[in-house]
């Protein structure tokens, strides 16, 4: 039976300005993509009761339903006191779809999987990156966790056995070869009609200031206190070398301690978080290259934006990464200055490699796209695409469901 109508369930927050429906992270603008391939879909996540504006618009083509607010799986407590009154709004939201697709592994998810079963709504997991992974780096003082998300990933993975999954990247999709059937994806928000022409490389000068660009949040699995090490490395052979750093998070004011401490704050640029829709395609554009340090990732988007934009990238091969970006970008182990350094005074130095590289990156862009990829998930779903046809915009209700 073909899927017209698609409910998606994660763990991420959203708020309500009085008129427009706004998301804290970007994955939300891949999810609103799928809209284009289905009748209906409804977003379903947490609303935070601050009112106000958030970093994505949500897409007016797809619905929402509101599950009670919690701050973080970190304080179990308050997640608990959610968990019955988001039971309940998920039962109603299977009133209307034929199918959910449950990001996780995330405990709320567990239960909702057992009611979409009783409700004989087919069921898809998804899954986005190594769960215990990232909660030891995020979490490293709370052994207890860990073993929680442990027993969570196990979870996850004995019900894939018999659910099809969305896998981030090649390598949880080798994490989940068992599973009943595997897709793996990019999470790309890059258009097709975006890709940069061979033409921009031209515009970039490597004989005089070198400009890094960082994108990603200051956490721990992001790794980005190495970012002050790299740039000291950098700086030490030749002043030309500048930072900048496009993210937020708890461990932004030790970055600047650290750039300050080895005496290279005054070469590094710390904007703080920068949206897509705003600056970021143009520092894309200005910039010589891209730096990714990461512990831990499926496969990055930020990846797919700097291939769209022709941007020479070094990068940490964790994860999906490797594969994704071999032949693509120069990879090297997590956690060394050193190799980051010297792989983008490479980058730098040698035209021949930096256009081969590009050129191999803007292909897989293109396979890349939200497009390509939006539409490799509807028809693993099941769902009656018609790539012709745009979907009818729907409003986002936040309250009817609430």
């Given at each position: ?81 959610a968990l019955v009154a988001s039971?309940?709004?998920?039962w109603r939201v299977l009133d ?141 052979r030749d002043p030309r070398w ?161």
């Amino acid at each position: 039976m073909a899927i017209v109508r698609l409910a998606i369930y994660s763990d991420y927050g959203y708020r309500y300005d009085g008129e427009q429906l706004w998301a804290e992270l970007s994955v939300v603008l891949f999810l609103g993509g799928l809209a284009r391939w289905f009748e209906g879909v409804t977003l379903i996540g947490r609303l935070d009761p601050q009112p106000g504006s958030w970093a994505y618009r949500v897409p007016s083509e797809v619905s929402f339903a509101a599950l009670p607010h919690y701050r973080t799986l970190a304080r179990p407590a308050a997640a608990l006191r959610a968990l019955v009154a988001s039971m309940r709004c998920f039962w109603r939201v299977l009133d209307d779809v034929d199918a959910v697709w449950l990001l996780g592994p995330h405990p709320f998810a567990l239960p909702f999987v057992a009611l979409a079963w009783i409700r004989r709504r087919r069921v898809f997991l998804g899954v986005r990156q190594d769960f215990p992974s990232y909660v030891a780096n995020r979490h490293p003082s709370r052994p207890l966790l860990r073993v929680a998300a442990l027993a969570l990933e196990a979870s996850w993975r004995l019900l894939a056995r018999g659910c099809p999954v969305v896998v981030v990247g090649s390598d949880l999709a080798h994490r989940y070869r068992s599973a009943k059937r595997v897709l793996p994806i990019a999470i790309s928000l890059v258009r097709e009609a975006e890709l940069a022409e061979q033409s921009s490389i031209a515009r970039r000068d490597y004989g005089g200031e070198l400009r890094v660009l960082t994108v990603g949040r200051l956490a721990a699995e992001k790794n980005p206190l190495l970012l002050a090490d790299v740039l000291a490395e950098l700086v030490a052979r030749d002043p030309r070398w500048r930072l900048t750093v496009c993210g937020d998070g708890p461990l932004a004011g030790e970055l600047r301690e650290r750039l300050d401490r080895l005496g290279v704050a005054e070469r590094a640029e710390l904007l703080g978080f920068v949206s897509l829709d705003e600056q970021l395609p143009e520092l894309y554009r200005s910039s010589h290259l891209l730096l990714h340090c990461s512990w831990t990732e499926g496969m990055p988007q930020v990846l797919i934006e700097a291939f769209a934009a022709r941007l020479p990238i070094v990068a940490t091969a964790v994860g999906g990464v490797a594969q994704a970006a071999e032949g693509a970008a120069l990879l090297i182990p997590p956690g060394d200055a050193g190799a980051a350094a010297e792989a983008l005074r490479r980058l730098a130095e040698d035209e021949r490699l930096r256009a081969e590289l590009t050129e191999a990156g803007a292909t897989r862009a293109r396979e890349q796209s939200l497009e390509a990829q939006t539409r490799k998930v509807a028809q693993f779903f099941g769902a009656v695409a018609d790539a012709t046809r745009p979907s009818p915009a729907r409003r986002s209700d936040v309250a009817a469901r609430g």
